[in-house]
């Protein structure tokens, strides 16, 4: 649940400070599941990604030293945490099983109606 | 899509400027159709509460006169826009038949998880 | 899944012949559980709904005798479906248990936005 | 995420053991709204739900001794944490300000399709 | 919300007129996001949807030239959506940082369980 | 609605038996629609789903021959659904149009957050 404001003719209204709930989720693919026949252990995946979240969550973007002279837009904002969610993978903070996951997408649903994703290979 | 604050510690790390995605949701009810066998012209009624949403979107409601001094949590907001909606009903902006309806509800649906909602008597 | 039109201008483009897809669901209430602990055999139940919705799907209501000079709004049929389901549970159809049933809500969803009840005492 | 089984032929296959996930959703409902504009504190709500919730999740309910002898139908269940909640709004659990509440709504989703709920007043 | 009617013996009850709602959604993706930040303009996005989707909507599909001796299929109606979207985009009616845009999906939900899509690249 | 139990330090709680509801989607796709205008004819496709998924539903998996000595995880039900289902196509079960369909993919979601899903070439 976040504040933010975007630069740009191009946002409209969007550029007065304004705020959003983003619902996010994140997939994990791999070409063959792990021993336990696991794509991922979910319970470390929801864990590292609340974690992730915690770190954005109830801030105003405009004042995060991390995002100065961005647009925090929905699509920014899922590559953002796919890239801290890949570097969990890399780290092994999901189990040694999870170091055979392929992919991720994160999907940030702003709306019923409105969602941005990233997916990329690790 | 607004940007707010509350004050009161029970409202721990939202006390900072943080925002919200609303999907706002709004519910007639009448004992007897219409004749033209309607509760409410849904094109009139949708028509009245985008306008009504339009003047709070996009906004940081900290900022807004009309709501100096309050918590604009989604309880109240819910009832803020039962008010104006019951208020269009009763102008006639709905439509003649409109004026039947008995009473509204309206649900804001903060996430996929949190909704607040109002429901009045006409 | 139905085609229909309607009469009347405030319905605008919908006087033009038309369809939708309406999902529909029936809940039923009741003071106390029965003796199995159910509110109402879900199995029978069930049945008999799609008994109901078979005898409309894939039709053009406008040709049909029964709604002959209706406006068969998603209001209309909610109380259609609503009377077909409490003749039944009158009947014993859904089980002695389901005699104890106090108040059905048909819903007709007709998309993500809209949608249409009528909630009835038996 | 609970195993059980049921007990009575109108049961039908349901009567082996089987499983089902329910999402579980609880509503605090009151005429007026407290002091910080709020009808329940959903940080606290929230909590106790879910700490209801893990004295339930990843059992089977079949052996149980709270649940010795009756049939653990979704109906039954939705009461059964209507009043554990119902206790921690009397006890105080939920905050000061919660002491308005009025009634509370439970409700199960065992899949898109089925949902039990209990509504009672405190 | 349109009426239509398939021919062809697969097609069981729905080679007679009825009618079904779509709900429509376009996804747009691209290797890299634009100078803005975005994938696309979701405001222009949304307007040009709208206007493909009003030139169908409320019609009865059969007495439709554009799709004389052809079975408007969820499937067909897709990719049909598909190209207009894709037009608009060469156009340039969605500005010209949606000149980046390397692939659209448009999905036709037709119930909660049915759905068409067709993915195609620009 | 099954029950099971799985071996593994990493499943937690979910090492002693608790059931799931599993709503499974299955989508099936192709490069060239068939002769009538279809991906797939979905009554049939339905059909066979359902007879597929009525061999699993209220049992006990940990019980069932085929997956002795397995975790049965999310992932790997999806996968063997999805193997029933290919076969069904390749044995011309969904209809001589279905040989042309090119890939499936097979979701179960088990609850509003968590689902697991297997897509294979056929």
Avoid: C
């Amino acid at each position: 649940m976040i504040a933010h404001s975007f630069r740009g003719e191009e946002f409209g209204p969007a550029q007065k400070l304004h705020g959003a709930t983003y619902v996010v989720d994140a997939s994990f693919s791999r070409p063959e599941l792990d021993a336990a026949g696991m794509v991922v252990d979910i319970g470390l995946a929801a864990t590292r990604l609340k974690e992730v979240l915690a770190d954005l969550n109830y801030r105003n973007l405009d004042e995060e030293p991390a995002f100065a002279g961005r647009n925090t837009t929905t699509e920014f904002l899922a590559r953002e945490i796919f890239e801290r969610l890949a570097a969990a993978v890399r780290a092994g903070t999901l189990g040694d099983g999870a170091r055979g996951v392929a992919s991720i997408a994160v999907t940030l649903h702003e709306s019923h109606v409105a969602w941005g994703r990233y997916e990329g290979a690790l």
